[in-house]
Each structure stands twice: as structure tokens, then as C-alpha cells.
Nanobody
């Protein structure tokens, strides 16, 4: 099993920045792809960004050029640097590894 704990969410004005972290623990030896997802109110959960162990990265079109995903494999931690935040970035952000999800961290962007 893998446990995931997200942190770093909060309230920020449009144009501001936040950095999310996701710490993985448990059976982390076989972790390959780690990803960030988000769910806005009354919307489906959607992919934000994913990063594989080999460094391959993919972003949702809506965040390209504004968000940066990175990971520290030694610390089993995934990051999401979010810049130029928009109101439509508001939602609960989740970390995912295999079929495991974290509890989520709320990001609210005021316009």
C-alpha cells in the first residue's frame, strides 16, 4: 500500500502562485508515474500533470506554461508549482500513485 499526503493549498489572488507537495510513504519502491489531478465544484476530476520515473511529463492544455510538476525520488515527494493562477484553477487537488489517492488539498483562486 501507498499513503499520500498533500499540502500547500490555500487562498490566493488571481495571478499569484502556490506550490503543492505530495509525500508518499509505505510501499514506495515500485512507484513509477505520479500525478496531480483536480476537481472543481460540480465537475469531473481531471488530470493536471503527470511525471514518470524516466522524467516524461505531460500537462493538461489548460495549465501548460503556468504549472510545473517535479519530483524528488529520494524523498518520495511530488511537487506542483502553480504560477499565474486563474479563478478556474480553483478546486481540490489530489495526488495519485497507482490506484492510490491522497486526501486532497483545497486551492481557491479569487478573481
Amino acid at each position: 500500500q501507498v499513503q499520500l499526503v498533500e499540502s500547500g493549498g490555500g487562498l490566493v489572488q488571481a495571478g499569484g502562485s502556490l506550490r503543492l507537495s505530495c509525500a508518499a510513504s509505505g510501499d514506495t519502491t515500485c512507484i513509477s508515474t505520479m500525478g496531480w489531478y483536480r476537481q472543481a465544484p460540480e465537475k469531473e476530476r481531471e488530470l493536471v500533470a503527470i511525471q514518470a520515473n524516466d522524467g516524461n511529463i505531460d500537462y493538461a492544455d489548460s495549465v501548460k506554461g503556468r504549472f510545473t510538476i517535479s519530483r524528488d525520488n529520494a524523498k518520495n515527494t511530488l511537487y506542483l508549482q502553480m504560477n499565474s493562477l486563474k479563478a478556474e484553477d480553483t478546486g481540490v487537488y489530489y495526488c495519485k500513485v497507482f490506484t492510490y489517492w491522497g486526501q486532497g488539498t483545497q486551492v481557491t483562486v479569487s478573481s
